[in-house]
């Protein structure tokens, strides 16, 4: 059974770098057959897709966002992470790791999703 | 703004069809890209509700159903349920966006 999971602090201060790693069980990252997206949803918001990335490192993010966000890879540990810089309030969101089956198939398995505050 | 529009909610009593509209252009729905739903229960992850436009992952309910006409596509939702109480999103690619991907606004069903 595909899980995943992610994992970072709930609470970090304006101007800072968020951090969060996603780590997938029940399935390799690095057998190539996904793409591994985040999303996040801004509190009593709609969705808003980050990004994904390839087994193999190559990554696309959404053009809409400003080049704030980061993701990578790591297949040793079977995680993929995300870092978001220079934070202000209007990244407070809750962020979902998710794995990305594809244009004819969607995003079929989601973590449950961690809250993130940018607040001092 | 969402590049996908749905309408913001609806509302039907238990046993009663509902459905949900997803509205784009021409450089995502109906550029020919395939529309996937999702069900987020309250406090829940999104889940997929349909993919490829009108498939079914395996346990989800036949009541629910999937179309999609040219710039537009539909969620169908028959024998409405409590259960079935939940925010509802389209999601698609959008060449204009390098063909990544675009969700919808978000459609609020509520059971009566």
């Known amino acids: 059974q595909v899980q995943l999971q992610e994992s970072g602090p709930g609470l970090v201060k304006p101007s800072q770098t968020l951090s969060l790693t996603c780590t997938v069980s029940g399935d390799s990252i690095s057998s190539g057959r996904y793409f591994w997206s985040w999303i996040r949803q801004h509190p009593g918001k709609g969705l808003e897709w980050i990004g994904y990335i390839y087994y193999s490192g190559t990554a696309y993010s959404n053009p809409s966002l400003k080049s704030r966000f980061t993701i990578s890879v790591d297949t040793s540990k079977n995680q993929f992470s995300l870092k978001v810089s220079s934070v202000t309030a209007a990244d407070t969101a809750v962020y979902y790791c998710?794995?990305?089956?594809?244009?004819?198939?969607?995003?079929?398995?989601w973590g449950q999703g961690t809250l993130v505050t940018v607040s001092s | 703004q969402s590049v996908l529009t749905q309408t913001p909610s609806v509302s039907g009593a238990p046993g009663q069809r509902v459905t949900i509209s997803c509205t784009g252009s021409?450089?995502?729905?109906?550029?020919?890209?395939?529309v996937h739903w999702y069900q987020q229960l309250p406090g829940t992850a999104p889940k997929l509700l349909i993919y490829g436009n009108n498939n079914r992952p395996s346990g989800v309910p036949d009541r629910f159903s999937g179309s999609k006409s040219g710039t537009s596509a539909s969620l169908a939702i028959t024998g409405l349920q409590a259960e079935d109480e939940a925010d509802y999103y389209c999601q698609s690619y959008d060449s204009s966006l390098s063909g990544l991907h675009v969700f919808g606004s978000g459609t609020k069903v509520t059971v009566l």
């Open positions: 998710a794995r990305d089956a594809g244009g004819s198939t969607g995003l079929d398995y």
């Open positions: 021409s450089s995502n729905i109906g550029a020919g890209y395939d």
